[in-house]
């Protein structure tokens, strides 16, 4: 668990630069927090953002994802670096705005088990398995932002959906005639708070 808190310091860090740089008294304040349920991350994860470009349509996420042993059998900790894109902006009002979101990701997954790995262990045959501690991630969602006054701490809130899916699930699609579509799937629901816009 330790190893686990010291990788987010170091990736929250290394995010911060983009914040240091235009913003000194902020140091490396994320630009928003987010909190996630399901997704193919953990059954709750946490995290941080930035915004990567002025119109704040590209960003970048640090989180922690976490399932508990009761509900995987094994409890199962993930590390994820998420790279943000929102092509456009359907404003509703003046303070609501929907914004459709695409996600690519890359995670690591450390789990109390000796099924999770990034070498083939010695004990199955050469080729058996695949190494399988490393995902990437593809999603497609959609978000509704609430913009708050700008003299408030937090700025605004997004609630957002999304399904999601990895690489491995669509590889069990393409060589498996018993996996659909809707099978290699899953569904996010998650909530940010805005810092800074």
Do not use: C, W
Not at 45 to 55: C, T
């Amino acid at each position: 668990m330790k190893k686990i808190l010291i990788l987010i310091v170091l990736l929250l860090l290394l995010l911060g630069g983009k914040a240091f740089a235009q913003e000194k008294t902020r140091g490396i304040i994320p630009d928003y927090i987010n909190l996630q349920f399901a997704g193919n991350i953990g059954a709750l994860s946490a995290g941080a953002g930035y915004y990567l470009n002025p119109a704040n349509s590209l960003a970048l996420d640090a989180i922690y994802g976490f399932s508990p042993a009761y509900r995987t059998g094994k409890a199962i900790h993930n590390i994820v670096v998420r790279l943000n894109y929102r092509p456009f902006n359907f404003g509703l009002n003046d303070a609501l705005n929907l914004k459709p979101f695409t996600s690519f990701a890359v995670s690591r997954q450390i789990a109390d088990n000796d099924r999770t790995f990034v070498r083939l262990p010695k004990h199955f045959p050469e080729g058996y398995y695949a190494p399988n501690a490393f995902r990437l991630h593809f999603d497609l969602g959609l978000s509704l932002h609430k913009k708050f006054s700008p003299e408030k701490r937090i700025r605004g809130m997004e609630f957002y959906l999304a399904t999601t899916t990895n690489e491995m699930y669509v590889t069990y699609f393409i060589n498996s005639r018993e996996v659909g579509l809707g099978d290699i799937f899953s569904l996010a629901l998650g909530i940010k708070l805005i810092l800074f816009e």
